[in-house]
């Protein structure tokens, strides 16, 4: 279990798992120029520090940086 993922990574309610949402909140961040609280709600997670927690343990760095570092819409 990831922080920001109250459930364990097989058992997410909404369906599928937190490094799945992860996954798609990364895409959404370097492909979109949504706010990260549209991200957070679209992939499923509760709120934008949810978001947050969740992607700093997948990810290492915050949904912010690692749109400045990795996206393609600039």
Known sequence: MW???SWPNS???RGGSCAARGE???HLLTG??????????RCGFGSE???RQAFRGL???SPSH????QSTTR
């Open 3 to 5: 922080p920001g993922c």
């Open 11 to 13: 058992a997410w309610p």
């Open 24 to 26: 798609a909140a990364a």
């Open 32 to 41: 979109t120029t949504l706010t990260v609280e549209t991200i957070a709600a």
């Open 49 to 51: 520090e949810a978001l």
């Open 59 to 61: 990810y290492g760095v």
């Open 66 to 69: 690692y749109r400045a570092t």
